[in-house]
T-cell receptor
């Protein structure tokens, strides 16, 4: 159980365009999902908490107008990187809490974004 | 601000040995502790969670928690080359350490 999927697994886009990444909980409902970014050889950086039916909560330093998050249903959260620039190239990973205490995080496989 | 510290490594152990990975945390009232494994280019996967002082065993993995010392560790017995990965310690779900890279040499 507790499977999280992401789509696409990789994407290349041109500078200035927008990219949407989907995160789905396949076998459980997730009122909360998390979005992370990871640069090469660095640890996970939490970007935002996605809440079903309400606005996302962004971490300090993350531009909410650039990284649009929508939690449309109990199984789907989307991250849209707007007006992408090369410095946005990174590995984007979503997760959802599940398990006995609902504190264990189950991660999606990640989306590798390259902005040219 | 909560902090989680891990030695970045690499920690190199021979195949069949015990690998010991350590993590310290700053917030004394932290309640939940997790170990994740991340292979290069992949997303993290949960290995173990621990909430109470003492040891918790699952197969070749043992998590150890000492709240008084604010210390959590992961032991991997009979290490295999397939265990070579970065191991992330997380506290209270969202605070991650920088990870320790483990290399198991055949």
């Amino acid at each position: 159980g507790a499977v999280v999927s992401q789509h696409p697994s990789w994407v290349i886009c041109k500078s200035g365009t927008s990219v949407k990444i989907e995160c789905r909980s396949l076998d459980f409902q997730a009122t909360t999902m998390f979005w992370y970014r990871q640069f090469p050889k660095q640890s996970l950086m939490l970007m935002a908490t996605s809440n079903e039916g309400s606005k996302a909560t962004y971490e300090q330093g993350v531009e909410k107008d650039k990284f649009l998050i929508n939690h449309a249903s109990l199984t789907l959260s989307t991250l849209t990187v707007t007006s992408a620039h090369p410095e946005d190239s990174s590995f984007y990973i979503c997760s959802a809490p599940a398990g006995e205490t609902n504190h264990e995080q189950y991660f999606g496989p990640g989306t590798r974004l390259t902005v040219t | 601000q909560k902090e989680v510290e891990q030695n970045s490594g690499p920690l190199s152990v021979p195949e069949g040995a015990i690998a010991s990975l350590n993590c310290t945390y700053s917030d004394r009232v932290s309640q939940s502790f997790f170990w994740y494994r991340q292979y290069s280019g992949k997303s993290p996967e949960l290995i173990m969670s621990i909430y109470s002082n003492g040891d918790k065993e699952d197969g070749r993995f043992t998590a150890q928690l000492n709240k008084a010392s604010q210390y959590v560790s992961l032991l991997i017995r009979d290490s295999q080359p397939s265990d070579s990965a970065t191991y992330l310690c997380a506290v209270d779900m969202l605070t991650f350490g920088g990870g320790t890279r483990l290399m198991v040499k055949p």
